[in-house]
């Protein structure tokens, strides 16, 4: 086992003898064992956003045009735009920029 596959992974120490050892992944069988202690644990992965980003994320639905400038940073972050960009831009650049296309194909 490399370090590069424990970095992040688990390590447990005996409390009887001090042994210390490391593994990529969880062992069921060494926490049930009341002498092992689990000293690391990967981090938890990231909760996935909520409110009007998340909501736009999982369907990307492009708001119109007559949707207040917060749908359309919303939707520009969904889109993979830094929200700090999205904020800066106004409406009308955020319009242009991730609107869709006219459907006439003129715009």
């Not at 069921?28 to 009007?52: F, H, K, S, T, Y």
């Not at 994320?57 to 993979?80: Q, R, T």
């Not at 999205?86 to 459907?103: N, Q, V």
Request: a negative charge; charged letters at 25%.
């Amino acid at each position: 086992m490399s370090a590069a596959e424990v970095a992040g992974g688990y390590v447990y120490r005996n409390t009887r003898t001090g042994q210390t050892i490391e593994r990529a992944e969880r062992s069921i069988r060494l926490d049930n064992l009341d002498v092992w202690l689990c000293l690391q644990a990967p981090a938890p992965a990231p909760e996935p956003p909520v409110g009007p980003a998340a909501e736009l994320a999982a369907g990307l639905a492009c708001p119109s045009e007559h949707e207040n400038k917060a749908a359309w940073v919303a939707y520009a972050v969904a889109c993979g735009m830094d929200e700090s960009n999205a904020r800066a831009l106004s409406k009308a650049a955020l319009i242009e920029e991730f609107g869709e296309e006219d459907p006439d194909g003129q715009d």
